[in-house]
C-alpha cells in the first residue's frame, strides 16, 4: 500500500491524518451555495438519488411545483438536507431543477468527480449529518449555513485528476464484478422459482398419467391431482388487525408480526426489522388475529407476494395487515400450501388482484376466489420434504453471494474513503 512521505493532523475524527501538502479547508471558500428558484419546464426535474443524480423518477409524487425548485447547472454537487435521505447526493451530469429539500453546492478550482467521491463517501457523510440540527433524528436537517463551515482535505488539483481517475478504474472493475454476481443471484432465483413451479404442479414423478388442468398457466397435471378453491379446504381466511399501532407496541410481550418481517422465500425473520411486540392483555383481545403453527402470512398492504410460513417460533404470535392462511390439517399441508403461493401461477394471481397505484392491497374476498392444485396429502408431504432439501441448498448458494456482494461494497467504500482522505497514495503507474 502506497502511503504519502508525511501527513498532518486535522483536528477531525471523521479525517484523522492527512498529507502534509494537502490542504484543509471549509467546503464555503470552494463551494456557492445555488438558491435561484425556477420552474421545472424550463428547467427539467431530476431526482437526487442514492446513485446520483438522474432525471426525476417515474414513480415520484407530482407536487406541482411551478416556480419552487431550485436550479441546477452541470457539475454542480447536489445534496439531500433530510436525514432519512442519507446518501442521496451527487454531481449533476446537466442542467435542470431539484426540490427545495436539496442543497446545491457551485464547485470553484475543483475537480467535480473528486468531489463526488469525496462528498458521497461514508465519513463525509456522517460528518455531513452531524452537523444538522433537528427536533428528531427523523426531522434532522442539514442546511448550508452548516454544511459551509466543514472542513474538508483538498490536494492539487493534478492529484485531484489522478485520484479520480484512479477510482473511476477501480470502481469500475468492483461494479462491473458486482453485476456478473448479481446476475448469479438472479439465476439462482429463477432456478428456485422454476423448482417450485415442477413440484407443486407436476409433481415428482415424471412418469405418472397427467391430464389437462384447464388453466392455460398451469398446463397438465398429475390426473389424480384437484384443483380445489381455496375456501375448500382452509378453515381460516381473514385479515390480520388492522389499525394503528402507534400506542399497542412494547418492549417485551406477544410477538408481533407485519409484513416487513416476510419475504418472497415464505420466510418469517426480524432482520433487520424488529423484533415488535404487542401486550398478552392486547393479544387477548385481538385473539382473532393470532396465528398458529404451520399457518401462513400473506402479505396485504405493501410488498404483494411476499408471505411467511408460521413455525413453532411464531406460534402464538399476533400480525397486523396480513392475511393469515389456516388449513384443515387432514387435506393440506400448511408447508405445501407455502410452496404454492410461492409459485410463479399463485404469485402471478397475487398481482393481479392487487389494487392501488403507490400503496399496493389485497383483500380477503378475492383470495378466496384463489384455486389452489392439491395431490394426496402423502405426496405433499414428500414434495415438502423434497423442496425443503432442493431450495436449502440454493439459498446457501444465494447467501453466499449476497455476502460476496457485502464485501465487495465493503471494499469499494473503504477503498474510496482511504484514497480521498490520503491514507493511500495513487501514482501514475497505479492508473
Known amino acids: 500500500m502506497n502511503r504519502y512521505e508525511e501527513y498532518q493532523e486535522t483536528g477531525f475524527d471523521w479525517l484523522g491524518k492527512i498529507p502534509s501538502n494537502w490542504g484543509l479547508s471549509r467546503v464555503g471558500k470552494f463551494f456557492t451555495e445555488r438558491s435561484e428558484k425556477v420552474d421545472d419546464v424550463t428547467y427539467p426535474p431530476l431526482s437526487v438519488t442514492m446513485s446520483g443524480i438522474v432525471d426525476q423518477l417515474s414513480d415520484v409524487a407530482k407536487t406541482n411545483d411551478g416556480g419552487n425548485r431550485k436550479l441546477v447547472k452541470k457539475h454542480d454537487f447536489v445534496i ?251 387435506v393440506c399441508d400448511g408447508r405445501y400450501l407455502m410452496y404454492s403461493f410461492l409459485s410463479s401461477y399463485i404469485q402471478n394471481f397475487l398481482q393481479s388482484i392487487k389494487t392501488g397505484e403507490i400503496l399496493h392491497h389485497i383483500n380477503t374476498k378475492k383470495l378466496r376466489l384463489l384455486n389452489v392444485l392439491l395431490p394426496p396429502k402423502e405426496q405433499q408431504k414428500d414434495i415438502v420434504t423434497y423442496l425443503d432439501r432442493k431450495t436449502s441448498q440454493i439459498d446457501q448458494l444465494l447467501d453466499k453471494e449476497d455476502h460476496r456482494i457485502i464485501l465487495l461494497k465493503e471494499y469499494r467504500q473503504s477503498l474510496i474513503s482511504s484514497v480521498v482522505t490520503g491514507k493511500v497514495r495513487v501514482t501514475e503507474d497505479m492508473v
Not at 197 to 204: A, D, F, M, S, W
Not at 235 to 250: A, E, K, L
Open 80 to 330: 439531500n438536507s433530510r436525514s432519512d435521505r442519507k446518501g442521496s447526493s451527487g454531481i449533476s451530469p446537466r442542467d435542470g431543477s431539484v426540490s427545495l429539500i436539496n442543497v446545491v453546492l457551485e464547485p470553484r478550482e475543483l475537480d467535480p468527480q473528486f468531489i463526488q467521491y469525496l462528498f458521497k463517501n461514508y465519513y463525509f457523510k456522517e460528518e455531513y449529518f452531524r452537523n444538522g440540527k433537528g427536533i428528531h433524528w427523523d426531522l434532522w436537517t442539514t442546511r448550508w449555513d452548516q454544511l459551509k463551515n466543514i472542513k474538508f482535505p483538498i490536494p492539487s488539483n493534478k492529484e485531484q485528476k489522478l485520484i479520480s481517475r484512479y477510482l473511476d478504474k477501480k470502481t469500475e472493475q468492483i461494479d462491473s464484478l458486482i453485476e456478473k454476481i448479481q446476475k448469479k443471484i438472479e439465476l439462482l432465483k429463477e432456478k428456485r422459482t422454476s423448482l417450485i413451479n415442477q413440484c407443486v404442479t407436476k409433481g415428482l414423478d415424471t412418469s405418472v398419467e397427467m391430464k389437462d388442468s384447464g388453466v392455460e398457466w398451469i398446463g397438465e397435471i398429475p390426473s389424480h391431482w384437484n384443483l380445489r378453491k381455496l375456501t375448500r379446504f382452509c378453515h381460516r381466511i381473514r385479515n390480520g388487525y388492522v389499525g394503528p399501532t402507534r400506542d399497542i407496541m412494547f418492549e417485551t410481550g406477544v410477538t408481533y408480526l407485519q409484513g416487513i418481517h416476510t419475504d418472497r422465500k415464505g420466510t418469517i425473520t426480524f432482520t433487520p426489522n424488529g423484533p415488535f411486540y404487542v401486550s398478552p392483555e392486547w393479544s387477548e383481545e385481538h385473539k382473532g388475529t393470532i396465528i398458529k403453527f404451520d399457518d401462513i402470512v400473506v402479505v396485504q398492504t405493501g410488498s404483494i407476494g411476499n408471505l411467511g410460513y408460521v413455525t413453532e417460533e411464531f406460534d402464538g404470535s399476533n400480525c397486523h395487515a396480513m392475511i393469515i392462511v389456516s388449513t384443515d390439517k387432514t
